[in-house]
């Protein structure tokens, strides 16, 4: 089928944008958010762009999508397809989506996705030094939340679990970077908008604990204690260890 594409003038140099910690969104070249004709078609792309670019057999695609219905999972995909095709053409992202037989696959070169940067800067080794942190701070400033947390896609649990992991790891590892600078007001900012993102990440508590303290800030440490028991208590029936009892002088 043929789909109707209207003329667009976008600077090849500006491709559109996926976003995709938090809520999916797709920015189109323009800036202007993308709205989709069917929830179905948003979350193919976000499938298919999941797989990173790879091209994924049609069977693969019906069983993550319409599994509660694999009557009519075949009809479903066409017009999907068809609707995330118009979608994406009518956006200035026209030749995006290939289909070539019985495989989907999205270009991802037609986008800056934030899930492939944000892999980037998880997997870049400290030895870089300077050079790291600006990587790793900027992937850090891409995680809003957890990958497609609120699409709540069952296809995409596993990663979310990973990468969440990945920004922990990220944010500890940048944390020692500014330690060891003598940078400690700037480490807290940083572990406190990472707890709003993990608030469940007794790591992130417990390092925030000890960069109060660096800075001779006890009361803060202290509160800090409290919220690590608050959470503890509320997601895992458990209390602090000994270890941060004892930094604090809280151990009887």
Known sequence: MNVPVKPQEFSASAPAILRCFG????????????????????????????????????????????????????????????????????????????????????????????????????STPGSLQQNALVIWEKGAGLYKGGYLAENNYDWSEQRRMLLEEGYVEL????????????????????????????????????TLIHAYLGNRDRLGALKQYDALKRMLLREYSAEPGDEIKRLLHLLR
């Open 171 to 206: 944010i500890l590892r940048m944390n020692k970077q500014y330690e060891e600078a003598g940078q400690l007001p700037v480490s807290i900012r940083l572990l406190k908008k990472a707890i709003r993102q993990v608030p469940w990440s007794e790591a992130l508590h417990e």
């Open 23 to 122: 809520r999916f969104q797709v920015l189109a070249p323009d800036g202007t958010e993308i709205k989709w004709r069917t929830a179905k078609a948003q979350e193919l792309l976000a499938f298919l762009a999941h797989h990173r670019g790879e091209a994924v057999d049609r069977m693969r695609i019906m069983d993550a999508l319409w599994s509660h219905d694999p009557k009519n999972t075949s009809a479903y995909l066409n017009t999907t397809a068809y609707y995330l095709r118009g979608t994406l053409g009518n956006a200035g992202i026209a030749d995006a989506l290939e289909q070539r037989h019985g495989y989907y696959r999205i270009r991802m070169e037609c986008f800056d996705s934030h899930m492939l940067a944000f892999e980037e800067a998880i």
